[in-house]
């Protein structure tokens, strides 16, 4: 059934949410808002407001944030149209009209939900009875106590092919089938899917069992067989144990997704109730999704494996493009050869509370994957690893974010693989208080220092699109500056990514390249910047000439800061103590600032041209 945007905005706008909130919980008033001890977690000092003319609630406790429908939803564990359908009937709202083969597949799911009910409980007289010997004795095996497998509905399935089949007889075949506890072969009768496994239950966020995980008792492949896809389960967007890990997340403030419903149990038997787990799949965005409305920062604890680590970058690559600021994920290493359930069976749950107070983020798994894919030998290898780099930060969409994703690689490439003599050098030049030596050009002229910062930015960037092959010799100056203006901040950051890229650039193929991206119009508009007073910005300039003055002008720009910095730390120790020592090199500052104005001022260009 699908609901239009003004019924559900008809319905919020019809339900005084203090009002159905204060049903289940106090509520004192706040001035205009009303506060409570938060629903969703335990706490002695209200944090959770609501908010009637906004028709939300928050708590700023866990973080619980919804409508009216959400705190159904949450709160209540009903699905979605459940709590639509009864806040419609408080508001006095005829719900639409149902559609016939809604209302059929509706009716037809609620009688599946009955077989599933009575397969889960026919699993477990199993498991108690004299079949379930073996599957009793490998679960002792596992430490699993009689309080978990009750816990967890766990049961058996015998090795046979009709006893469910038989035991379930008044369903008939038909919903069995379609419930996918029996297979349909063409010209042969149903016979039962399940056969000698240990039967784990996978429920709906309301508890309703949908499906079931199998797991071999013995020998024989597969070690884990889930049930198909049916109208009551869709694998891809079903995470197991989520109706018992969503209040538990909400008391604990995290989610930990792990491989296997074994791992799940054996976390949650030592005390650790918040964990999930997806079925026989990498990730899908759709149970993403579904973790981040749990928790802004889900953590992924798979296997020490090589297999379990591919499996959480595989994670990491599939959540990019649905990054968005605040939301990310988190990861834990688990020591080689070793699974969740291994660690907490060895060292309880102190073992892994100890890995899991230091979760590694997700700009360090996407950085140490990419850098552990390929040998960094040759420069032609750490030109793959940015290429790499670039094409991970290219797939996120939120702008902000990627933006945030691309200056940090930048960053750390720079500072793990790019040799930096140019930087040495001007670093002992200033350690020595002197710069490269230039005379003064006698069409020189003094400007202030209000805003020549932006102004000479502005002229290195347009002298580079002109000269876009001088990207390559400055590339580590010019990725090590911090530019005030945001938009010529991005545009250095792209020019610096396609020329790591591309080492053969020209005008005409960097703006090539530049036209397909948000920096067109800026690069325009400086290879037309005549009006900036540096030669390298003008487009009939002598190109040695320009270049030359493009080489100092970068200088200047990488000295200004340092020198300023100094300078500004030298004043502050004479503020607080004089000192012969400290007043000399305050005095060699001022010189050397003194110096960077009048190169600055050589490279403006004269009013009376050259």
């Given amino acids: 059934m699908s609901l239009s945007t003004e019924f559900l905005d008809e319905l919020r706008a019809r339900t005084l949410l203090s009002g159905l909130i204060g049903k289940s919980v106090k509520?004192?008033?706040?001035?205009?808002?009303?506060?409570?001890?938060?629903?969703?977690?335990?706490?002695?000092?209200?944090?959770?407001?609501?908010?009637?003319?906004?028709?939300?609630?928050?708590?700023f406790g866990c973080g619980a944030h919804g409508d009216a429908i959400r705190f159904m939803?949450?709160?209540?564990?009903?699905?979605?149209?459940?709590?639509?359908?009864?806040?419609?009937a408080q508001a006095g709202l005829d719900m639409p009209a149902l559609d016939p083969h809604a209302a059929e597949r509706a009716e037809r799911a609620s009688g599946l939900h009955d077989v599933m009910k009575a397969a889960a409980d026919w699993f477990v007289d199993q498991l108690a009875g004299i079949s379930g010997v073996g599957a009793r004795a490998y679960l002792d095996g596992r430490g699993i106590s009689e309080a978990t497998r009750k816990a967890f509905g766990m049961g058996f399935a015998p090795d046979s092919r009709s006893k469910l089949k038989a035991a379930l007889k008044d369903a008939g075949d038909e919903a069995l089938i379609e419930a996918g506890l029996l297979i349909s072969v063409e010209g042969k009768a149903p016979y039962d899917r399940f056969r000698d496994r240990l039967m784990i239950p996978i429920r709906d966020p309301r508890g309703r069992v949908i499906a079931f995980g199998g797991r071999?008792?013995?020998?024989?492949?597969?070690?884990?067989?889930?049930?198909?896809?049916?109208?009551?389960?869709?694998?891809?967007?079903?995470?197991?144990?989520?109706?018992?890990?969503?209040?538990?997340?909400?008391?604990s403030g995290r989610v930990i997704v792990v491989e296997g419903y074994m791992d799940v149990i054996a976390l949650s038997q030592v005390g650790i109730s918040e964990a999930v787990a997806p079925l026989g799949t990498a990730l899908t965005e759709a149970q993403l999704e579904r973790l981040w409305r749990m928790v802004d920062v889900p953590l992924l604890c798979f296997d020490g494996d090589a297999a379990g680590q591919k499996?959480?970058?595989?994670?990491?690559?599939?959540?990019?493009?649905?990054?968005?600021?605040?939301?990310s994920?988190?990861?834990?290493?688990?020591?080689?050869?070793?699974?969740?359930?291994?660690?907490?069976?060895?060292?309880?749950?102190?073992?892994?509370?100890?890995?899991?107070?230091?979760?590694?983020?997700?700009?360090?798994?996407?950085?140490?994957?990419?850098?552990?894919?390929?040998?960094?030998?040759?420069?032609?290898?750490?030109?793959?690893?940015r290429r790499r780099l670039n094409e991970i930060a290219q797939a996120i969409s939120d702008a902000d974010v990627r933006a945030q994703y691309q200056a940090e690689?930048?960053?750390?490439?720079?500072?793990?693989?790019?040799?930096?003599?140019?930087?040495?050098?001007?670093?002992?030049?200033?350690?020595?208080?002197?710069?490269?030596?230039r005379p003064a050009s006698t069409q020189a002229r003094t400007i202030g220092t209000g805003g020549i910062d932006r102004i000479l930015a502005k002229g290195v960037v347009a002298g580079l699109l002109r000269f876009p092959d001088e990207l390559g010799r400055h590339m580590e100056a010019l990725g090590s500056l911090d530019f005030h203006d945001p938009v010529i901040a991005r545009l250095m950051a792209a020019l610096i990514d396609v020329a790591i890229q591309d080492q053969a650039l020209d005008t005409e193929r960097l703006a090539t390249i530049l036209?397909?991206?948000?920096?067109?119009?800026?690069?325009?508009?400086?290879?037309?910047?005549?009006?900036?007073?540096?030669?390298?910005?003008?487009?009939?300039?002598?190109?040695?000439q320009a270049r030359h003055d493009l080489d100092e002008a970068i200088q200047v720009m990488v000295w200004r800061p340092e020198v300023d910095a100094a300078l500004a730390a030298a004043?502050?120790?004479?503020?607080?103590?004089?000192?012969?020592?400290?007043?000399?090199?305050?005095?060699?500052?001022?010189?050397?600032?003194?110096?960077?104005?009048?190169?600055?001022?050589?490279?403006m260009q004269g009013d009376e041209g050259d």
């Avoid at 706040?30 to 708590?59: I, L, M, Q």
């Avoid at 939803?73 to 419609?88: I, N, Y």
């Avoid at 690689?409 to 670093?427: Q, V």
């Avoid at 502050?572 to 001022?601: I, K, N, P, S």
């Fill in 27 to 59: 509520l004192q008033r706040a001035g205009r808002e009303w506060r409570a001890c938060c629903p969703f977690h335990h706490e002695k000092t209200p944090s959770f407001y609501v908010n009637d003319e906004k028709g939300f609630y928050h708590c």
């Fill in 216 to 251: 071999i008792i013995g020998a024989g492949e597969p070690k884990y067989l889930n049930s198909p896809d049916t109208p009551l389960f869709d694998k891809g967007r079903t995470l197991y144990n989520l109706d018992r890990a969503s209040p538990a997340a909400r008391k």
């Fill in 73 to 88: 939803t949450e709160s209540g564990g009903l699905p979605f149209m459940d709590a639509v359908k009864e806040l419609a």
């Fill in 409 to 437: 690689f930048r960053g750390r490439f720079e500072t793990a693989y790019l040799a930096r003599p140019r930087e040495r050098r001007w670093s002992r030049d200033f350690q020595k208080g002197r710069m490269p030596d």
């Fill in 329 to 385: 994920l988190s990861f834990l290493t688990l020591p080689p050869g070793q699974d969740p359930d291994d660690l907490v069976r060895a060292g309880g749950a102190h073992a892994l509370e100890t890995l899991l107070a230091r979760p590694e983020m997700l700009v360090d798994r996407l950085w140490r994957g990419a850098v552990e894919a390929e040998p960094l030998d040759t420069p032609e290898q750490r030109a793959g690893l």
């Fill in 571 to 603: 004043t502050g120790r004479l503020q607080v103590r004089f000192d012969e020592a400290t007043y000399a090199e305050q005095q060699r500052l001022l010189g050397m600032r003194g110096e960077v104005e009048r190169r600055l001022a050589n490279l």
């Fill in 515 to 544: 036209a397909a991206t948000e920096y067109n119009d800026i690069a325009r508009e400086l290879l037309r910047a005549d009006s900036l007073p540096f030669s390298f910005a003008r487009k009939n300039a002598e190109p040695v």
């Fill in 311 to 327: 499996a959480a970058l595989r994670a990491a690559m599939r959540a990019l493009p649905l990054l968005a600021p605040g939301r």
